[in-house]
C-alpha cells in the first residue's frame, strides 16, 4: 500500500489530545440545567427515597411477623413433644368417648 503510514507515538498522542479537547470543547457547550429542572428533579428523587424507604419497612415488618408465626409454631411443636403420655385412664376415657360418638350416629 503506497503513502500507508504506521502512525508512531507521537501521532497516536496527539489525536488522544485532539480528541480530549474536542470533548472538553463539547461539554463546556452543552446548556445547562436551569434552577427549576434541579428542582424538580431533586423532589422527584425525594419522592423515590421515601418510597423505597416505605416498601424496605413493609419487607421488614413482613419478615419480622414471619419469625414470629415460625417461633410459636415451633414453641407449639416443642409444647407437643413435651406433653405427658396420657394415663390409662384418660386413655380409656378418649376410646369410650369415641365408641359412644360412633354408636350414637348409627343410630
Excluded: V
Aim: hydrophobic share 35%; aromatic share 2%; charged share 50%.
Amino acid at each position: 500500500m503506497k503513502g500507508f503510514k504506521d502512525p508512531g507515538f507521537q501521532d497516536r498522542a496527539a489525536a488522544s489530545a485532539r480528541a480530549k479537547k474536542s470533548a472538553l470543547e463539547k461539554l463546556k457547550a452543552a446548556p445547562k440545567p436551569d434552577e427549576a429542572e434541579l428542582a424538580a428533579g431533586a423532589e422527584r428523587q425525594k419522592a423515590r427515597d421515601a418510597k423505597a424507604a416505605a416498601k424496605r419497612e413493609a419487607i421488614k415488618a413482613e419478615r419480622e411477623e414471619a419469625q414470629r408465626i415460625e417461633q410459636e409454631k415451633r414453641d407449639a411443636a416443642r409444647a407437643e413433644r413435651e406433653k405427658p403420655e396420657p394415663t390409662e385412664a384418660e386413655r380409656k376415657a378418649a376410646r369410650d368417648a369415641k365408641y359412644a360418638a360412633r354408636k350414637k350416629r348409627k343410630g
